[in-house]
């Protein structure tokens, strides 16, 4: 397996491979001024042999840009031996569990997210593809997360609320109602303080 993008998301994401016992060929990545990275190669190109890829980019938007240039590979799904997943819980190609991550019944996780270290999220839950789920991060029960949305460092995300598509929740900001599309949210209770058009 290659591992795209030597950074230190990267670094994390081998150390998971490892755990797993994957063999690492190597890490991808177009910065010609790394070279190694954990004591593998860093190489600018996918060679013409690579049929397994995962994409260790922290960046949700250049997650989704990779993954749709290069369909061909076989993605992963990388789950650190410390989380807790319910059985009945499903995850999408090319997403990484953190150490210390809950994921409790029925819960839908989309494709190339990142559930990262201690996130908690409940029964119920759809997380879409390209998601950043950050550290200490705490979903209740049936919250939907859309596509390409960054929920930020220890924020909390009430029960039944529906966060749109690339949004980005603020660090520590709690959520008690409804998100639309593109905003960004800070704050207790969280408020909106910009929304892009998608």
């Given at each position: 397996?290659?591992?795209?993008?030597?950074?230190?998301?990267?670094?994390?994401i081998?150390e998971?491979a490892?755990?797993?016992?994957?063999?690492?060929?190597?890490f991808?990545?177009?910065?010609t001024?790394?070279?190694d990275?954990?004591?593998y190669?860093?190489?600018?190109?996918?060679?013409?042999?690579?049929?397994?890829?995962?994409?260790s980019?922290?960046?949700?938007?250049i997650?989704?840009?990779?993954?749709?240039?290069?369909e061909?590979?076989?993605?992963?799904?990388?789950?650190?031996?410390?989380?807790n997943?319910?059985?009945?819980?499903?995850?999408?190609?090319?997403?990484?569990?953190?150490?210390?991550?809950?994921?409790?019944?029925?819960?839908?996780?989309?494709?190339?997210?990142i559930?990262?270290?201690?996130?908690?999220?409940?029964?119920?839950?759809?997380?879409?593809?390209?998601?950043?789920i950050s550290?200490?991060?705490?979903?209740?029960?049936n919250?939907?997360?859309?596509?390409?949305?960054?929920i930020?460092?220890?924020?909390?995300i009430?029960?039944g609320?529906?966060?749109?598509?690339?949004?980005?929740i603020?660090?520590?900001?709690?959520?008690?109602?409804?998100?639309?599309?593109?905003?960004?949210?800070?704050?207790?209770?969280?408020?909106?303080?910009?929304?892009?058009?998608l």
């Amino acid at each position: 397996m290659y591992l795209f993008g030597a950074s230190g998301h990267g670094k994390v994401i081998a150390e998971i491979a490892e755990l797993l016992k994957f063999e690492i060929h190597g890490f991808i990545d177009e910065n010609t001024n790394i070279n190694d990275l954990l004591g593998y190669d860093v190489i600018p190109k996918i060679p013409e042999n690579a049929k397994e890829i995962f994409i260790s980019i922290g960046n949700n938007t250049i997650r989704k840009r990779i993954s749709e240039k290069d369909e061909k590979y076989i993605y992963p799904t990388l789950i650190h031996p410390s989380s807790n997943i319910s059985k009945r819980t499903k995850l999408g190609k090319g997403t990484a569990v953190m150490a210390g991550v809950s994921i409790n019944a029925c819960t839908y996780i989309g494709n190339h997210c990142i559930i990262n270290t201690n996130a908690s999220i409940d029964h119920d839950c759809i997380v879409e593809n390209f998601v950043h789920i950050s550290p200490n991060a705490a979903l209740a029960g049936n919250v939907t997360v859309g596509e390409g949305t960054h929920i930020g460092i220890g924020a909390s995300i009430i029960q039944g609320v529906k966060i749109g598509k690339w949004s980005t929740i603020g660090a520590g900001a709690v959520i008690i109602k409804d998100v639309p599309d593109g905003a960004t949210v800070v704050g207790n209770p969280g408020r909106i303080i910009k929304i892009q058009e998608l």
